[in-house]
């Protein structure tokens, strides 16, 4: 099992800034991704940005250039820093862990949540 503990959340204005930052721990084995989902009102719950093992890294269209995740594999952590907010950004704002695991038969994984930090753009 993994444990993710999220912070960061909260109230922000327009064009302002926050940073998120998740640290995982429980866990026995590597964790091959680590990075952020959003669920806004009324919508599902989308990849905002993922951190793979191999170092690279992967944003949702409408977060490039705006936010910018990091990843400490040793310390099991992953921040997103997010600045210039536009209201569309308010949701819950989810930390992601994902184990892959390998057999004759392929690939499967497994995906671990953390409980959810609100962030509300508003003026």
């Known amino acids: 099992q993994v444990q993710l503990v999220e912070s960061g959340g909260g109230l922000v204005q327009p064009g302002g800034s926050l940073r998120l930052s998740c640290v995982a721990s429980?866990?026995?084995?590597?964790?091959?991704?680590m990075g952020w989902y959003r669920q806004g009102p009324g919508k599902q719950r989308e990849l905002v940005a993922t951190?793979?093992?191999?170092?690279?890294?992967n944003y949702t269209d409408s977060v490039k250039g705006r936010f910018t995740i990091s990843r400490d594999i040793d310390k099991q952590t992953v921040a997103l820093q997010m600045n210039d907010f536009k209201p569309n950004d308010t949701a819950v704002y989810y930390c992601?862990?994902?184990?892959?695991?390998?057999?004759?038969?392929?690939?499967?994984?497994?995906?671990?949540w953390g409980q959810g930090t609100q962030v509300t753009v508003s003026s």
């Open positions: 951190s793979v093992s191999d170092g690279s890294t």
């Open positions: 429980g866990n026995s084995f590597k964790i091959d991704r």
């Open positions: 992601h862990a994902r184990r892959d695991q390998y057999s004759e038969y392929g690939r499967w994984s497994t995906d671990y």
